[in-house]
């Protein structure tokens, strides 16, 4: 929870939330995905990343499209304008990580390791 309130403030400039944050990074880093894959990349509720993208969408910073094969399926992608508050975002966000982790020093990639191995254990 600590984590995420700082990100809200850190990004409160952007007109960004945590949330919004996460899709958007995770937009410029996948090609295209689905609502649902991009839920699945996230951990977020497939509902959830389904709200924030409307939202996000009728901002302007993502396009959603209905997918080619499965009409079904919307596919989303940054927009220009996406792009430009993205990447300030990132800078943003990656600055604070860096704060936050100073105090570990040189055991910063052993955490970053055991963090992402806790993280891959399923929980159901």
Known sequence: MKWRTAVDRALDPLGLTHAQYVVLSSLAALDRPSQRELADHTGLEPLYVSKLARSLEASGFISRTRDAVDTRTMRLALTPRGVEVVEP???????LMDRLLTPLGDRTDALSRDLTALLAVPLD
């Open 89 to 95: 975002a990132i800078t943003t966000v990656r600055s």
